[in-house]
């Protein structure tokens, strides 16, 4: 298939995905609460894309909840080109993504994050993952969590939940706390197996992220909080945070090839605490 066809083909499905997402958020919060959207373009003086971030703040469930879409395109600079497979033989770059990071108003349920992209330079890949960071231990809701990925992950090959839960525990680790960010989940990269195979099974991983988050909320949402349980949550957050700045790839990879800095730090959360 022609590269720039499965270039929009993902493009579309990114963008249909914030659409049904967007949707189901604002169902759960019972129409009272819209998304904000802000459209963005990388470069006003040149033709380099954008994308469209929506955020909801202070709603019942979310306190908030952002939805980013990308499509970005440009040249990596000297610096940067090592890092990026196939960089070094073609500096040029397209890449476009959904990310979304939940903060809920009830600490009882977790902080979800989920990402799919597609980058191209000298060749093409996907990668992204879904993971959740409650603030008390719950094994049963860790149990279903898994499961729920496990069999998303086993419709397309038997090998991915095992392997891509283990990137998922190394890749969100924070090294100076020696912990790590939450129960974990699945991370992927560099995925260029099979196009075909591979749009299916990002696909796939969006659609379960729609139920996952669904899912836990209405399981979740009326269980009575304290004070004491909100501060609790705010001390994950300052966890959370040290993450996304020191460590997300995402973060990284957005602030370094001129992406919007908002639609980047959606991720933090409104109010976070430390000891």
């Not at 949707?23 to 019972?30: G, P, Q």
């Not at 038997?158 to 283990?166: A, F, H, L, P």
């Not at 939450?182 to 099974?201: A, H, R, V």
Request: positive net charge.
């Amino acid at each position: 298939m022609n590269k720039e066809i499965q270039k929009k083909l993902v493009k579309n499905w990114f963008k249909i995905l914030q659409e049904m997402i967007c949707k189901e958020i604002e169902s759960l919060e019972k129409g009272k609460r819209k998304f904000i959207s802000t459209k963005w373009s990388k470069n006003k003086n040149k033709n380099e894309g954008g994308g469209e971030y929506r955020i909801i703040k202070n709603g019942k469930i979310f306190e908030k909840v952002g939805v980013n879409f990308s499509e970005v395109y440009g040249k990596f600079s000297k610096k940067f080109r090592h890092k990026i497979p196939g960089a070094k033989t073609n500096p040029n770059f397209w890449a476009s993504g959904i990310s979304i990071v939940m903060h809920m108003q009830n600490p009882h349920i977790p902080a979800m994050h989920f990402n799919t992209r597609y980058i191209y330079t000298s060749h093409g890949w996907f990668g992204g993952g879904i993971d959740i960071t409650p603030c008390f231990k719950d094994k049963k809701l860790s149990k279903w969590f898994h499961s729920e990925i496990k069999k998303s992950c086993d419709r397309h090959n038997k090998k991915y939940y095992s392997r891509y839960k283990k990137w998922c525990n190394k890749y969100f680790y924070l090294p100076h706390r020696k912990e790590p960010r939450g129960i974990g989940g699945i991370f992927f990269d560099y995925k260029k197996d099979n196009w075909e195979k591979d749009f299916n099974f990002v696909r796939d991983v969006g659609i379960t992220f729609k139920k996952i988050f669904r899912d836990i909320i209405i399981k979740k949402k009326k269980i009575k909080w304290t004070k004491k349980d909100k501060e609790t949550q705010y001390k994950k957050r300052g966890r959370y945070i040290e993450f996304n700045l020191l460590y997300d790839r995402g973060t990284k990879f957005g602030l370094q090839t001129g992406g919007n800095v908002e639609a980047i730090l959606m991720s933090l959360p409104p109010i976070a605490k430390w000891n």
